[in-house]
């Protein structure tokens, strides 16, 4: 296994690397592209990525640690092919697109002024996490646990609180819709 430490890569194209059992500590990612990149088995901890384009990246069982994604595209990603062993993501600014973090847990994860569009959260536990700006049109929550979820700033979301776990989560009045749209209600 290669080791990168306390590095800093800009505007590499990461496309024609092979990556596999890399690991990358205290790392910042500049620009970088790592579109249709297998990063198998490759760990991330406490990593930086700024700009970054991922589409279609393969994460099969890719550790990341404490990594924070800034202003990212991250197009067709399967985070729950990765490991699940000390998870931690987070997210601002990013566009997270039709992505999958099914069945994983990710308690206190930021998602700030971020595009989940057609995200799948599936049985995800996302405890206490945030969702400040993040709009959530066609995601999926089914059997999802967001006990203490903060969705007060959230937008375009839908979510039924029969199949949901939302205790102690939170809403604005304005975004109440998202939780009645199950019912078919006409609400003005």
């Known amino acids: ?14 496309a024609h690397e092979s990556l596999n059992f890399t690991e990358f500590e205290d790392c910042s990612f500049e620009g970088c592209n790592f579109s249709t990149v297998d990063l198998g088995h490759c760990s991330f901890i406490s990593c930086t990525f700024i700009d970054c384009e991922f589409s279609m990246t ?12 800034e202003g990212c595209k991250l197009l067709g990603l399967y985070f729950n092919d990765c490991n699940p062993l000390l998870l931690s993501l987070n997210f601002t600014n990013c566009h997270v697109k039709v992505c999958s973090f099914e069945g994983l847990r990710l308690p206190k994860t930021m998602f700030l002024n971020c595009d989940l569009s057609e995200a799948d ?16 049109e066609r995601c999926l929550f089914d059997g999802a646990d967001l006990e203490g979820a903060d969705f007060r ?11 949901v776990n939302l205790k102690g989560a939170r ?9 009645l749209k199950r019912y078919d209600l006409d609400i003005e």
């Open 153 to 163: 700033q959230a937008i375009d979301f839908t979510l039924d609180p029969e199949i």
């Open 121 to 136: 959260f599936n049985g995800v536990g996302l405890k206490e996490s945030s969702f400040e700006g993040t709009r959530l």
């Open 58 to 69: 393969l994460l099969g069982r890719t550790a990341f640690q404490d990594v924070h994604f």
């Open 171 to 179: 809403f604005s009045k304005c975004n109440l819709e998202g939780l």
């Open 1 to 14: 296994m290669s080791l990168a430490d306390n590095q800093t890569f800009h505007q590499k194209d990461f």
